[in-house]
Structure formats: structure tokens, C-alpha cells
């Protein structure tokens, strides 16, 4: 997770000095603070407590809601992947596009403690109306688990989502900020050190709430079927920001509060845009030539605040090409986790959830950020390689493709395991004996072939028509048939009996699908846990839908007979169970019943996607702790905001990018779409390259320096200007009147 590896904040006006501790920019205030008596423990203000709790609780209340959610699209509101994947990143966009807005209000608004109090106000409700969306209908009793008003609950979720991401992004800026304002200017040791437990809670919160919330979505709910428990999933989430927010508050009369001073990325824009304006009105004029575009700005700005916004564009500059990378990273929690559904979960003593797997990240970031800086960069600095912050980036950019690369193979892998469906022209066959004797059977332009007694034919039989004649047992029948549709013949002596519809799809989310055939003379009825179906005489019941592992089926015949059917089941698997007319109650079932497999488990072990984990979390570790590391020391000290708003929105355009990918790009394959996105980021990580190669490193404080040697000579040049255009302007509206009163 990105945030994990460093915190993002926005600071606030002109005259604060900018102090980095520990990967986080943090304003010591030149202004003086408000002076009140507050408790301490340790040397450290009480207030910092509430603050780091709210952290926790709140990235919980994040990740843990952001862990569920694409399978929340896809299986509880129905839509397909790309649509899935598109909502998500939308979502994820407009988290890191708020900020600004956050930023904005904190700084030339509200201050940082209201505007915290009030955006939690509006993410909390945000959480609790999402969680009110994953609430099935009273009426709804489909087995499918989707509910039957779903433009209720996708406006519900819309809703909810928005609210969300006005809320974490509009806070993202404040909280940190704000808890360093806690501390006194003589206190940088222990605010340092309230950064490195502020980052822990930060790991925390993510860490736990993508391990709990996807067990929490896997328990059973729901009043007449038993669905995944989006309710229960979203609504810790959501009780876990309330407690973020009662907390914050009951900590208010501890806390130092400065007043809102003006924001300096406004007066970065207002420069900018004036510059640009200025410019632009002059084209085509005889002026002097200006040696930077910026310098069209001198009329109205200081030299100083030029040359500051100067450097800012340099480095902006550098992060046109960085949202590529976070095309690649956000999806984690939408493709991989997708592609986690199709995988086997069971780790032995364990079973992961396919949602779960996003732990790794948080677990390798951990690990790695203190092995790349104690080990491998100090190595590569022994070799005497000279490895730049560019450098390290543009390798985190190809560590990332790369780890597109090793998901794009294992994908390959598991589409060589998955079921050959019909295409749209075609249909697929397979027979059920339920006789005790083997039989023959021909199907129309096809050769004889013979089934077992109570078993099935060994594979699905590709037909290219609709209505084909089949021969059962030396009688003719026609089967009529719908192109892209699977089907089981159940046949005997006198022939074709019954024709069921098979399943055209893996069940989702790692589920198995059973369903018995009854070869017996009465109905009989099947139960397990909660579910009830039946099946009558040479007849299919309905797919029941249950989990990995040891699976107990009930079968009774409504009167006393009662026996227990127990299944051994892996992930994505189906079965048609023949229970056949030789059957007797008193039999154990097990040893009776015939269980044919119609798709195979989910073979490719999930435990393949740590490859992909361990090469995008090098790469972000690399990339994304040395680009905040090098904006901050190439951009002058009371201007580390505006680069970190600029981080912010390389994040919200990443995701941008995957949600055009997904809905225009309509590749075929889910590899071909890995191995595309691998190949714009090595293409990208070539262009940045050489805008790396042609990069020249400064000294902000330099250059400040020299600068704020020549401010006030530099004022005085504008007082003057300022008022010659004042008497231009008194002299000319003196002619005006004179000429008015002669008219």
C-alpha cells in the first residue's frame, strides 16, 4: 500500500519551515502557537494519543471496506469484471483527487481539526450507507445471492462510495499535519518519533483490516438463503470510523489549534497562472526576451516566490510519466484479486481468502524497506554504482512491469486448467447412465461410443448445431438444443429420458456447485446446513452451492428413510451426483452414489501470486519512497505541499488510466491485458529515463539564499513600479475630469 510506505500530507502557508522526518514533511510553524497547559507522558503530549488512534481506525475502516469491494460488484451486484475493475478505480481515483480539496479547506478555511471533525462526519456516514447497501431484500430469496431491487442498492453504494472518498481524501492531508503541530519547537526528537509510531498505526490499520474484513465477508448471512456477508464486511468498517471519530473529538480541549493562514498551492496556481496569462497577452509584442516562461510573472511576483515555483515545475515536470506505474499497483485489489477467485486457497492449516491475499503487500513492505536500505543499497554503493533517486525509480517502474509480466504467466497457467466452454456457434453434450448396464450411444455424425452403467461419458462432446439426433440405448431421439449451452443427457434402456442444463461458468468466488440426480422410483429431498432441495424420478435438483472442504449432504425421502453423502471438495468445482435405482436406505451413501466430476478444482495454487506480490512491492518500495525522498530535497522548503498534491494526483490519474484500459480496451484475454499494461510501463520507463539522463540536481536552499539576498531590493523595485502606475492612474483619470467638465 502506498500509504504504508509513506504518509502523504499538505501543508499549509508561506511562512512555515518545512522539516522532514522520517519520509514525512511536517510544518514547524514561525508563527507563534497557541499556549495552553496540556498533560504529558513521557515528554510526549497526551493529545498525540487520540490522534494515532483515529489513524489506526480510520485505515481499518479504509482498506477493510477496500478489500471487499470488487467482489462486492461482482457477486453481490452482478456486473462483470471490467465493469468491476472500472467502479473500483474510479473509486480509487476520486480518493486521491480530493485532498486538494482537503488541503484547501484546511489551510484557507476551516483549520485542520474542523476540517477533520466535519469530512469524518461525511466518510462515516459514507461507511454506513454502504454497509446498509449490502443488506439483501426482505422479499429476496434467490439462491444466486443478488438481490432483486439492484438499482436501490447500487444507488445506495454509489452513494456511499462518494461520500467515502470526499472523507478519506478530504482528512488525508490534515491528520498527520495536524499532529505534528502538537508538538513544541524544542520537541523535534519526539516528534520524530510520534511520525515512526504514526506510520505503524498507518501498517496497523491496513495490515489487520485486510486480513479480518475478508473473513468477516466469507460467514454466511441472509433470511431465506445463505449469501456472503457484505453487510457484516462493510459494517466493521463502518463502526470502526465512528469509534475514529468519537475518539478525535473526546481529545479537542488537548489539542493545539492554529488558524487557518492561506495555502500556498493556491499562490503556486496564482503565480503559474498569471505567468501563463501574462504571457500570453504579450505574444507577438516587442519585449524584452525573457530566459524562463515563469519570469513573465516578475510584474506582480517576488524573484524569490519565481524562483521557488521554478523548481516546483521542474519536478511536476518529471511526474508526467509516474501514473503508469499506479495504473499497475492499484490493481491489486481488483484484478489480482479477481484472479485469486480462480485459485486454490488452501494453504493446509489455513485456507486464504481470495480478497486476503492483498496482505502480502503490506507484510513484504514491512520487510523490505529496512533490508533495501541496510542491505542492498549500501551494496550497491559498495560496487561504486552510482544509483540516483531517478534511477531507483525508473527500476521500481521495471520491477513493477515486470511483476505484470510473472501475473501475465500465471494467468496462462490457469487458463490451461480452466473448462473449455462452447463458443456462441457451438453446443456440449455429456451422457449419464443411470442404468446398471452399459449402453451405446451414437449422436449424429458422430461415431458409437459406449457409457457405463450409473457413470458418465469421460468428456464433453462439441457439437456445431443447435438440434442434433441422438441415439440412446439403440433408440432415436432429437435433442433440441441453444447454441453456448452445456448439457447432461440422462439416458437408460428405452432411450434419451431428460436433458438438464449445465453450468456454463466456474461457480464464483471459489465455491463448488453439486447437484444430485435422481435414479430412485419417489422424490428425494437434500439438505445441507440450511439449504433444502429436491429431485424427482429421472430428474436433476437444483446446483447447490457450498465450500471447500469435508461437506455433509442429507438425503431422505420424507418418511424415515434418511442416509449422509459426504464430499471431499476443493475450490471452483462441479459435480452431478447419480443416486442410483439400486439404492436402499439403510446403504451408506458413500459407497452407493456415483459423483461425476463436470469441471476440476481450482489446481494453480494461490500461493504463485507471492511472485507477483514480492516484484510490485520492490518496486514500490524502490519507487515510491525514493520519489517523495527526491521531490522533497529538489523543492524549495515551504513549497513541499504542492508536490505532494501533485504525488496525490498521479495516483487518481493511474487509476484513470485502468479504468479506460478495462472498459476500451476489450482484449480477449485477461493475459493479453497484463502483458499490455507490462508493456506501456516499460515504454513509459524508457521515456522517464532519459528525462532522468537530462535532469540536473539543485539545492533549493541555495538558491533560496540567493534570492532572499535580492527580495528586498527586488520589493523596493515593485513599491516603485507600483506607485508610478498609481500616478499614471491618478493623471489620467485628472485629464478625464478636466475633459468631462469642459464637455
Known sequence: ????????????????????????????????????????????????????????????????????????????????????????????????????????????????????????????IGQVIMAISAIHDITDANRDGKPDNKTLHISLSMLGLILIALGTGGIKPCVAAFGGDQFEDHQEKQRSTFFSIFYLSINAGSLLSTLITPILRSQECGIYAKQSCYPLAFGVPAALMVVALIVFVIGHKMYIMESPKGNILLQVINCIGFALNNRFRHRGKQYPKREHWMDWAEEKYDKLL??????????????????????????????????????????????????????????????????????????????RINFTPLRKMTVGMVLAALAFVAAALLQLQIDETMPKFPSTSQTQLKFLNVESTSLPVVVEGQDQFMVPGFNASSEYLTL??????????????????????????????????????????????????????????????????????????????????????????TIFDGGDGKCHYIMQLGFGSTYTVLIPSTFAFGQTCSESFEAVQDMEPNRIHMAWQ???????????????????????????????????????????????IVLIVAEAGSLPDQWAEYLLFASLLVAVSIIFAIMAYFYTYIDPNEIEAKFKELEPEDKKRKEMQMTAKDNMAYVHNENTNIKQTKI
Open 306 to 383: 519565481i524562483a521557488q515555483v521554478k523548481m516546483v515545475v521542474k519536478v511536476l515536470f518529471l511526474y508526467i510519466p509516474l501514473p503508469m506505474f499506479w495504473a499497475l499497483f492499484d490493481q491489486q485489489g481488483s484484478r489480482w484479486t479477481i484472479q485469486a477467485t480462480t485459485m486454490d486457497g488452501n494453504f493446509g492449516g489455513f485456507v486464504i481468502q481470495p480478497d486476503q491475499m492483498q496482505i502480502v503487500n503490506p507484510i513484504l513492505i514491512v520487510i523490505m524497506v529496512p533490508i533495501m536500505d541496510s542491505a542492498i543499497y549500501p551494496l550497491i554503493k559498495l560496487c
Open 464 to 553: 456445431d448445431k443447435e438440434n442434433v439426433t441422438i441415439s440412446a440405448g439403440g433408440v432415436n431421439d432429437t435433442a433440441f438444443l441453444k447454441t453456448g449451452t452445456r448439457h447432461t443427457v440422462l439416458m437408460n434402456a428405452a432411450g434419451m429420458r431428460n436433458t438438464l442444463d449445465d453450468l456454463t461458468e466456474k461457480p464464483e468466488q471459489g465455491l463448488n456447485a453439486i447437484r444430485f440426480v435422481n435414479g430412485w422410483e419417489n422424490r428425494l429431498n437434500v439438505s445441507v446446513k440450511s439449504d433444502n432441495v429436491h429431485a424427482d424420478p429421472l430428474d436433476a435438483s437444483v446446483y447447490l452451492l457450498v465450500p471447500h472442504g469435508k461437506v455433509n449432504f
Open 610 to 656: 507471492v511472485i507477483q506480490y514480492f516484484l510490485l512491492t520492490c518496486g514500490e518500495v524502490v519507487y515510491s519512497v525514493t520519489g517523495l525522498d527526491f521531490s522533497y530535497s529538489q523543492a524549495p522548503s515551504n513549497m513541499k505541499s504542492v508536490l505532494q498534491a501533485g504525488w496525490l494526483l498521479t495516483v487518481a490519474v493511474g487509476n484513470i
Open 1 to 124: 500500500m502506498n500509504e504504508a510506505s509513506l504518509h502523504l500530507t499538505i501543508l499549509s502557508p508561506v511562512d512555515q519551515k518545512t522539516v522532514s522526518v522520517g519520509g514525512v514533511t511536517m510544518a514547524d510553524k514561525e508563527g507563534h502557537k497557541q499556549k495552553k497547559e496540556r498533560a504529558s507522558c513521557f515528554g510526549y503530549p497526551v493529545s498525540i494519543f487520540f490522534i494515532v488512534v483515529n489513524e489506526f481506525c480510520e485505515r481499518f475502516s479504509y482498506y477493510g471496506m477496500k478489500a471487499v469491494l470488487v467482489l462486492y460488484f461482482k457477486y453481490f451486484i452482478g456486473w462483470d469484471d471490467d465493469l468491476s475493475t472500472t467502479i473500483y478505480h474510479t473509486f480509487v481515483a476520486l480518493c486521491y483527487l480530493t485532498p486538494i480539496m482537503g488541503a484547501i479547506i484546511a489551510d484557507s478555511w476551516l483549520g485542520k481539526f474542523k476540517t477533520i471533525v466535519y469530512l469524518s462526519i461525511v466518510y462515516t
